[in-house]
């Protein structure tokens, strides 16, 4: 069994940067892709960012390009999500998601285990 504990949520003035953590438990965390994905009230839940097994390859969404950086650490086997220039439209739950293939996914539906989720609200 695969756990994801999420940390680094929290309240950040627009403009601003706050970076989210997901440590994981397992020992073939190194050889499985992961990505964030992120939820805000009354809608679904959207594609953010990926990272395949290696860092060789990562994927963003086209609203957080330029602005969001995903990477990882498999020797502590966690992965970051650095978010820089943050609007009032990013204020959503963040989830950490992972999956037995080392290539990226980029649906929900894709992943096969998850963290609980963080909250980030940003205000003006």
């Known amino acids: 069994q695969v756990q994801l504990v999420e940390s680094g949520g929290g309240l950040v003035q627009a403009g601003g940067s706050l970076r989210l953590s997901c440590a994981a438990s397992?020992?073939?965390?190194?050889?499985?892709?992961m990505g964030w994905f992120r939820q805000a009230p009354g809608k679904e839940r959207e594609f953010v960012a990926a990272?395949?097994?290696?860092?060789?390859?990562?994927y963003y969404a086209d609203s957080v390009k330029g602005r969001f950086t995903i990477s990882r650490d498999n020797a502590k086997n966690t992965v970051y999500l650095q978010m820089t220039s943050l609007k009032l439209e990013d204020t959503a739950v963040y989830y950490c998601a992972g999956r037995y293939a080392g290539n990226c996914g980029f649906h929900h539906r894709d992943y096969d285990y998850w963290g609980q989720g963080t909250q980030v609200t940003v205000s003006s």
């Open positions: 397992g020992r073939t965390f190194s050889t499985n892709a």
């Open positions: 990272i395949n097994w290696d860092s060789s390859m990562t």
